[in-house]
């Protein structure tokens, strides 16, 4: 039998452990600009999706911010890549590309708000674009405050049905945990879908 004292422990434990999900509704305000992107949570910076620009989906410099696109209601990137947004934390990402050099990922980006072990959880599918093939993994990277460069810290496989994903990560305050897929290229294109994303930290 546990104790009182320890049995109370346990159960602070488990009412702090705070869980952070997608906003219900994430539209942009301004057509061609990113106004909205980063999405807020209690009035600060929580959610960001990125579109990668250049080659190297580890580099820093390689991401920018998505822009909204007003007439097909999505988060817009280069060459067919973006990102859809459905209410209750249901997104889709599109994995375009002319070739290995010009790919045009999207991401999705959560900002951290405090020290400690964060565990990111969803349902993940993907689904290839036309005469494209699914040779892909979903890429978990990490990147640390002030860092010009992103670390992997989890490569789950992608299969084109739905599969329940969860990677835990240690961060720092002010690091960022990312969510994208790869490799890409002229015959790796699809639509990467992530149903019921939650993070869950201290």
């Given at each position: 039998?546990?104790?009182?004292?320890?049995?109370?422990?346990?159960?602070?434990?488990?009412?702090?452990?705070?869980?952070?999900?997608?906003?219900?509704?994430?539209?942009?305000?301004?057509?061609?600009?990113?106004?909205?992107?980063?999405?807020?949570v209690d009035g600060k910076?929580?959610?960001?999706?990125?579109?990668?620009?250049?080659?190297?989906?580890?580099?820093?410099?390689?991401?920018?911010?998505?822009?909204?696109?007003?007439?097909?209601?999505?988060?817009?990137?280069?060459?067919?890549?973006?990102?859809?947004?459905?209410?209750?934390?249901?997104?889709?990402?599109?994995?375009?590309?002319?070739?290995?050099?010009?790919?045009?990922?999207?991401?999705?980006?959560?900002?951290?708000?405090?020290?400690?072990?964060?565990?990111?959880?969803?349902?993940?599918?993907?689904?290839?674009?036309?005469?494209?093939?699914?040779?892909?993994?979903?890429?978990?990277?990490?990147?640390?405050?002030?860092?010009?460069?992103?670390?992997?810290?989890?490569?789950?496989?992608?299969?084109?049905?739905?599969?329940?994903?969860?990677?835990?990560?240690?961060?720092?305050?002010?690091?960022?945990?990312?969510?994208?897929?790869?490799?890409?290229?002229?015959?790796?294109?699809?639509?990467?879908?992530?149903?019921?994303?939650?993070?869950?930290?201290?």
């Amino acid at each position: 039998m546990l104790r009182p004292l320890l049995l109370a422990s346990l159960v602070l434990a488990t009412a702090s452990a705070a869980e952070f999900r997608l906003p219900k509704k994430w539209i942009g305000s301004e057509d061609g600009k990113a106004t909205g992107n980063p999405a807020q949570v209690d009035g600060k910076d929580r959610w960001r999706l990125d579109g990668q620009m250049a080659g190297d989906q580890l580099a820093a410099a390689s991401w920018a911010p998505l822009a909204w696109k007003a007439d097909k209601t999505r988060w817009n990137g280069t060459q067919g890549g973006g990102a859809f947004y459905w209410s209750d934390g249901d997104l889709m990402l599109r994995m375009g590309g002319g070739d290995e050099k010009a790919p045009s990922a999207a991401a999705i980006v959560f900002l951290v708000p405090v020290a400690g072990p964060y565990t990111l959880s969803t349902n993940a599918s993907g689904k290839p674009w036309e005469k494209a093939v699914l040779p892909a993994t979903l890429l978990v990277l990490k990147r640390s405050k002030g860092s010009d460069k992103l670390e992997k810290v989890g490569e789950p496989p992608l299969a084109g049905e739905s599969a329940a994903v969860s990677v835990t990560a240690n961060l720092a305050e002010g690091d960022e945990l990312v969510l994208t897929a790869g490799p890409l290229g002229k015959k790796n294109q699809f639509n990467l879908r992530l149903d019921a994303l939650a993070i869950t930290g201290p």
